[in-house]
């Protein structure tokens, strides 16, 4: 099955809608890709990743890195290749990392799922990435696009 | 930590709350002597963000506002324009409104009594923990809230912040087909829902009695979720939504960016305790039945047993939404016309967390002059503290980490949602 890639975000609180920015930029490179933007409740992502075999989540994180950093964790049959992402992704409603976690207990985890994290600074109110974020943006889809390969 | 005059308590998470915010309860000997809830950001950047946009524009940007309610803003967004413009929705159009809300009402339901409240009643940290324990009940609510977002999805054209919608109806009518297709789906979710009533009606709810005015659309002849009347518990009178405004009064607080809101200068409630206590009537007989059934009265002021009332109206929402889909015939065309013109309009609607209400001031070539949005957890605030208030007083005896967590399953007894904010809730107590 075509890989999905989920952008996570809310595109009116700054950098936190780097996921979806990244989104926007795979559909664009890669329409045969399938590419998916979610605000709010992450545990739809077991529903969305249902029966794939690759999944690549794109989201905001804060790990105490420099503003800009991106990261990628891989997790394969539900075990990671390190250390996992932070517990605190993100704090929507049920968190990336939350949802990741209730799947794991559920074996609802794709065969490869890849997180790709941009370290960010502003979560105030309003649209638009601040600086070193927006620079991260290309970063971030190549992780995505290395993660997917050749793939779909 | 500890400063020199007491304790601090310094909790720094409210994970299964929606937002960014802040608590701080203060304890002087055996006494609470102040409560300090700040959880709510207006949406006054998106009321900024529509001055001056085109009176078609308002259902997809304030949908944006939340990520688990966005049909709602797009709802009352769309009532309040259609007022204006002299349009009246109804019909199979209307009906599509309502199952577009019911998929929006099962799908948040269901995420907050099974996997955000229900731990608190159960003993677990959270869904997970829960999950490892009770599989098949976690599973039965995360099935619950994918027919939710099907319903979303085939209606609203995709589940989250749906893209279908628009002033006077809908861009495209769903899938006939499809849409039958849902009925198997939507049977077994009325007998899981119908179980999720007997399952939380077996939890241990702690007494409480909340001392608020409670406020809900009047129900027209059926349980309400858009309308334009409004009823409290204060007053027998019947309250044109245009008239909100004049009863509804936000205020500033001197510890809080957030605004309080009273009704007529007192404490008032929204949301699904407000709305079963004053339209239980409306209920679907199935839904009334096993509310009896779960030991609800006519009326319910207890915050903790909100997630019985929210069982059961998920079963009414999943009751509804296959009438509603049984019953469908598509209408001739998926919108009806609007020609925009000056003036003022009101929206309201329920959302799944209460009453949301918007006023839209348009000029003659229907630019937006001015936009006001009230939605339901800021209403709640004053309310969400003054319970807190009693909660933390009649648990003052127990160690800061059950009062905390006692005071976070207060909170969560309000489900309350914070525009999909990105910081976590700060809780402290502190004892002098």
Partial sequence: ?152 | MRETQGRVLDVAALARVEGEGAMRVRIDGDTVVGVELDIYEPPRFFEALLRGRGYEEPPDITARICGICPVAYQMSSSLAIEQICGVTVDGQLAALRRLLYCGEWIESHALHIYLLHAPDFLGYDGGIAMARDHRDVVERGLRLKQVGNRLMELVGGRAVHPVNVRVGGFYRLPDLDALRAMIPDLQWACGAALDTVSWVAGFDIPDHHGEWDLVSLAGDGEYPIMGRRIVTSAAPDVVPVEEFGAHAVEEHVAHSNALHASWDSRTYLVGPLARYSLNQHLLPPVAREAASAAGLGRECRNPFASIVVRAVELLAACTEALRLVREYEPPGAPSVPVVPRAGVGHGASEAPRGLLYHRYELDERGIVLDATIVPPTSQNQRAIERDLWQVAQAGVSLDDAALTARCEQAIRNYDPCISCATHELDLRIVRA
Avoid: F, K, Q, Y
């Fill in chain 1, 1 to 152: 099955m075509t890989p999905l890639v989920v952008g996570v975000g809310n595109r009116t609180r700054r950098d936190d809608g780097v996921g979806p920015e990244v989104a926007d930029l795979v559909r664009r490179v890669r329409p045969d890709l399938d590419v998916v933007e979610l605000s709010g409740d992450a545990s739809s992502m077991l529903e969305l990743w249902s029966g794939r075999e690759l999944v690549v989540v794109v989201d905001a994180v804060r790990t105490g890195a420099p503003t800009g950093s991106c990261h990628r964790w891989v997790a394969c049959s539900g075990a990671w290749d390190a250390v996992p992402p932070p517990s605190r992704l993100s704090s929507h409603l049920v968190g990336v990392r939350e949802a990741i976690d209730l799947a794991a207990a559920l074996d609802r985890l794709p065969p490869v799922l890849v997180v790709v994290g941009v370290e960010v600074t502003d979560l105030g109110v309003g649209a638009g990435l601040s600086g070193a974020v927006a620079a991260a943006v290309d970063g971030a889809l190549d992780l995505v696009l290395e993660s997917v390969g050749e793939s779909g």
